[in-house]
T-cell receptor, first 115, second 112 residues
Framework: AQTVTQSQPEMSVQEAETVTLSCTYD???????LFWYKQPPSRQMILVIR??????QNATENRFSVNFQKAAKSFSLKISDSQLGDTAMYFC????????????FGQGTRLTINP | KAGVTQTPRYLIKTRGQQVTLSCSPI?????VSWYQQTPGQGLQFLFE???????NKGNFPGRFSGRQFSNSRSEMNVSTLELGDSALYLC???????????FGQGTRLTVV
C-alpha cells in the first residue's frame, strides 16, 4: 500500500521569503502522479501543482515549484516570494495508475506567512 | 465553468439517524470520489465512482454507501450515525480515473 509522509507539521515564514515543504512517499509502482493541494481556512481543497512520475522535468506553476526525486521518493514544494494568502494547510498526495487510483494524502503541513 | 458543488454545506444529526450528502461534479467530469477529513485520521478515501460504477472503495464500514447517477452527480449515505462520523466530507471530480481531482467545499457533518 502506498504511504505519504509529511514530516513538518507546522512551518512559519515571513512574507516574501521562500519556503520549502517536504514530502516523501512509498510505492512499488513505476508510474504515478503526485500532487500538492492547499487547504485555506475556508476548507476548500485547491490543487497547487501536479507532477507525472515519468517526467523528469520538475513542474512549475508561477511561484510554486517542486523538486521531484524519483529514486529517493521525495516530492518537495517550494513557494517563492511567499504571500499572506499562501497561509493554509498543504497536503502532498499520491495517485497510482494501476489498481486503486485513489488519492493518498499525507498528514499535512500548516504553513503560516507572517506580515 | 462551475466548480464542484456539494450540498448541504453544514449538517447536524443525532446518533442513529441517517444522512445523505450530494455532490455535483464539474461539467464533463465522469469520475467522482469522496473523502472523509478528521483531525485525528486526516484525509481518508471513501469511494470512487466512474460512469455510475463504483471503481474503488476505502476501508469504511458498510454504513457508508454511495451511488452515481447518469448525469455524474453523486450521493453518499451514512446510516446509523455515530459520534465518530463527525467530519468534513469532501467530494472531488475528475475527467477520468487518472487525471487530477478538483474538490468541492465540503459538507461539515456534526453528529450529536
Amino acid at each position: 500500500a502506498q504511504t505519504v509522509t509529511q514530516s513538518q507539521p507546522e512551518m512559519s515564514v515571513q512574507e516574501a521569503e521562500t519556503v520549502t515543504l517536504s514530502c516523501t512517499y512509498d510505492t512499488s509502482e513505476n508510474n504515478y502522479y503526485l500532487f500538492w493541494y492547499k487547504q485555506p481556512p475556508s476548507r476548500q481543497m485547491i490543487l497547487v501543482i501536479r507532477q507525472e512520475a515519468y517526467k523528469q522535468q520538475n513542474a512549475t506553476e508561477n511561484r510554486f515549484s517542486v523538486n521531484f526525486q524519483k529514486a529517493a521518493k521525495s516530492f518537495s514544494l517550494k513557494i517563492s516570494d511567499s504571500q499572506l494568502g499562501d497561509t493554509a494547510m498543504y497536503f502532498c498526495a499520491f495517485k497510482g495508475i494501476q489498481g486503486a487510483q485513489k488519492l493518498v494524502f499525507g498528514q499535512g503541513t500548516r504553513l503560516t506567512i507572517n506580515p | 465553468k462551475a466548480g464542484v458543488t456539494q450540498t448541504p454545506r453544514y449538517l447536524i444529526k443525532t446518533r442513529g439517524q441517517q444522512v445523505t450528502l450530494s455532490c455535483s461534479p464539474i461539467s464533463g467530469h465522469r469520475s467522482v470520489s469522496w473523502y472523509q477529513q478528521t483531525p485525528g485520521q486526516g484525509l481518508q478515501f471513501l469511494f470512487e465512482y466512474f460512469s455510475e460504477t463504483q471503481r474503488n472503495k476505502g476501508n469504511f464500514p458498510g454504513r457508508f454507501s454511495g451511488r452515481q447517477f447518469s448525469n455524474s452527480r453523486s450521493e453518499m449515505n451514512v446510516s446509523t450515525l455515530e459520534l465518530g462520523d463527525s467530519a468534513l466530507y469532501l467530494c472531488a471530480s475528475s475527467q477520468s480515473l487518472s487525471t487530477e481531482a478538483f474538490f468541492g467545499q465540503g459538507t461539515r457533518l456534526t453528529v450529536v
